[in-house]
């Protein structure tokens, strides 16, 4: 089969024309992948910043496809089924944590960057109707994580006020879009105004440059405070956070891009009586809600670009630089 293989640290992806095919077990099925979409963690694999990688492995948590053979134990009723896979393996039953067996498709298990992957078939979900197969593809991991951090996390509300910081992201973009759905009044922030200004026309409120001096306090000044904040970049800038959450706000980081945070004033964390919340995926009983959630609202995930699978190199380059607005989603030839 085509696949997009991650040989080593050095070599990175390649693209392979004749890799094996993988066999579906007794409990899994084969899905033959119609479109996947990339995530930052593939990309931080790809530089050897993720724990337990291993060689050759094939990269991708998000895909959509045609079930086409079963494993023993499997209902015939996903034979021949477009679906979506969560990636989500080995949750556990604990809606407050992942079990220490935790992990997701793309690594150790080879993922969705390929024609086939096998998965169990109770990973498999019917996708949103009103969805193409690309803009289903763009929905699994960036979804689930941005539907716990707003929900599950920061217990997000109609009528309250949220700012998403460093829109553009895929997880940022659906927290926005689930945060606008749920009626909350919906602010961003990024480096560029190009993508705030995009933001706007899906429906945010008003935006911030963060990268301007003192721009937190020209935002309360404008805007008011906060009572929720969905950060992924944590490091220096989170500080600033502190200063637009209204009392009793609550903040839900699910990445550190920016690196460890420094200069927080725990006086005002504790006299605004302010809540920081640590998040990351979801269960699978949220991936089922953040399905329907996206069904019940009509929601639809922005799509940056399509790769074909042999421009699977490209595809990461831009994942890397950083540029898009929205989801990379790559299509088998």
């Not at 959509?64 to 089924?81: D, F, H, M, N, T």
Request: aromatic fraction near 8%.
């Amino acid at each position: 089969m085509k696949a997009l293989v991650l040989i080593s640290k050095e070599e990175g992806v390649v693209y392979y024309a004749n890799y094996a095919e993988p066999v579906e077990s007794a409990g899994e099925v084969r899905v033959k992948v119609l479109a996947a979409a990339l995530n930052h963690r593939d990309v931080w694999i790809t530089q050897g910043q993720y724990a337990g990688i291993k060689y050759p492995t094939i990269l991708g948590s998000d895909g959509v496809g045609i079930v086409e053979s079963l494993g023993a134990g499997v209902s015939q009723e996903w034979l021949g089924k477009t679906v979506i896979i969560n990636p989500n393996i080995q949750w556990g039953d604990n809606q407050r944590a992942q079990s220490k067996q935790y992990n997701i498709l793309g690594l150790p298990k080879d993922g969705t960057l390929a024609e086939y992957v096998t998965v169990n078939a109770d990973r498999l979900h019917r996708a949103p109707a009103h969805l193409s197969i690309e803009q289903a593809a763009a929905l699994p991991l960036a979804g689930l994580t941005a539907y716990r951090a707003l929900f599950g996390r920061a217990q997000l509300q109609a009528g309250e006020k949220v700012l998403i910081s460093g829109i553009g992201g895929g997880v940022a973009l659906f927290a926005m879009q689930f945060a606008i759905a749920a009626g909350a009044e919906v602010f961003v922030s990024s480096s560029s105004e190009e993508k705030i200004a995009h933001a706007l026309q899906l429906g945010a409120k008003a935006g911030a440059l963060y990268n301007q001096e003192n721009w937190h306090k020209n935002f309360v000044k404008t805007h008011g405070e906060v009572d929720v904040v969905i950060d992924s970049a944590c490091g220096n800038g989170f500080a600033a956070l502190i200063d637009v959450l209204a009392a009793g706000g609550r903040i839900a980081f699910y990445g550190g891009g920016q690196g460890a945070i420094n200069g927080l004033n725990p006086q005002k964390i504790f006299w605004k009586q302010a809540t920081i919340l640590g998040s990351t995926m979801g269960s699978d009983e949220q991936f089922r809600q953040m399905v329907d959630f996206v069904g019940v609202h009509k929601i639809v995930p922005v799509v940056d670009s399509v790769f074909a699978l042999t421009d699977g190199a490209a595809a990461f380059a831009r994942m890397a630089h950083g540029a898009q607005f929205g989801k990379i989603v790559v299509k088998p030839d």
